[in-house]
């Protein structure tokens, strides 16, 4: 069974950085695509970053040159440094792997708050 496990959530001030870490099993990741989203509150669920099995990446323009997304392949786990957080960025974060043969997989979400 494929599974995600997201880390690293917390409470923090803005200007402030926290990195998030993303724990798979069942699948490699580095055969995957893999990606963040976040789900603020009252507001849908928006793609923030996606790292591709060729190891090209993608960030959202509202956090691209602050937000990193990379890969331990032998650790098989994800991770998103987020630097000078705002209080925009409050929200759940999620993990996916938007499709390993054709399904798509998702963590349960860890929170993540940013104090103003």
């Known amino acids: 069974q494929v599974q995600l496990v997201e880390r690293g959530g917390g409470l923090v001030e803005a200007g402030e950085s926290l990195t998030l870490s993303c724990a798979a099993s069942?699948?490699?990741?580095?055969?995957?695509?893999m990606a963040w989203y976040r789900e603020p509150p009252g507001q849908q669920r928006e793609l923030v970053a996606t790292?591709?099995?060729?190891?090209?990446?993608y960030y959202s323009d509202s956090v691209k040159g602050r937000f990193s997304i990379t890969r331990d392949n032998v650790k098989n786990t994800v991770f998103l440094q987020m630097n000078s957080l705002r209080f925009e960025d409050t929200a759940v974060y999620y993990c996916?792997?938007?499709?390993?043969?054709?399904?798509?997989?998702w963590g349960r979400g860890t929170q993540v708050t940013v104090s103003s």
């Open positions: 790292i591709f099995s060729s190891g090209d990446t």
């Open positions: 069942g699948t490699d990741i580095s055969r995957n695509e």
């Open positions: 996916s792997i938007p499709t390993h043969r054709g399904i798509p997989y």
